[in-house]
């Protein structure tokens, strides 16, 4: 599917998604099922319902489309889709997701507290995608400990279950997890 293309989802709206050209795999997208406005940048179509940031990112690691939406009430939630290309090294998929998502970090959003008065550690964030990875595996354990330790992101699927074909990796941070 190129970047023109989306696909259609009853009851569900596009927010955005991202894929690099030339690459015979990979992409991310992110569908919300609430009303929509619509955004337009130069390389892609962004629909999303109140949302104050959106932004894709894409190396030889792999993709990520990113999308804070407010929820009502003053509340927002940070929305994290992510294609990881094969065979690539666990420090190579950490830095990765540092340099995309550094400022959701605990380290880094004190540091931000600091400086401007914000968090954003304590921000609900939903990160899902295709990992490429065998997470049972206990060798990539130090992967699962990253993400809780930096991010306070939980695993919700079964590590022991495939995320092959429909089923993806889901990690959730939740505001009783704050």
């Not at 998929?93 to 400086?115: M, P, T, V, W």
């Not at 992967?143 to 930096?150: Q, R, W």
Request: proline content about 3%.
């Amino acid at each position: 599917m190129g970047n023109d293309e989306k696909i259609d989802i009853p009851n569900f709206n596009f927010v955005a998604s991202f894929r690099r050209n030339n690459r015979p795999a990979g992409g991310v997208a992110i569908y919300q099922n609430t009303a929509t406005v619509h955004y337009c940048t130069n390389y892609m179509d962004v629909h999303a319902k109140y949302a104050t940031m959106f932004n894709t990112s894409t190396s030889d690691i792999g993709d990520m489309c990113i999308s804070r939406c407010h929820c009502g009430d003053n509340q927002f939630i940070i929305m994290v889709a992510v294609y990881i290309s094969p065979n690539n090294s666990l420090r190579a998929i950490r830095d990765f997701f540092y340099e995309n998502l550094f400022i959701y970090s605990h380290g880094a959003s004190a540091l931000l507290h600091q400086k401007i008065g914000k968090r954003f550690d304590d921000l609900p964030m939903i990160l899902s995608g295709d990992f490429n990875i065998n997470f049972a595996d206990d060798k990539n354990l130090p992967l699962f400990e990253f993400f809780k330790n930096e991010f306070g992101l939980n695993m919700s699927n079964d590590r022991n279950l495939s995320t092959t074909r429909s089923t993806k990796l889901l990690l959730m941070r939740s505001l009783q997890e704050i």
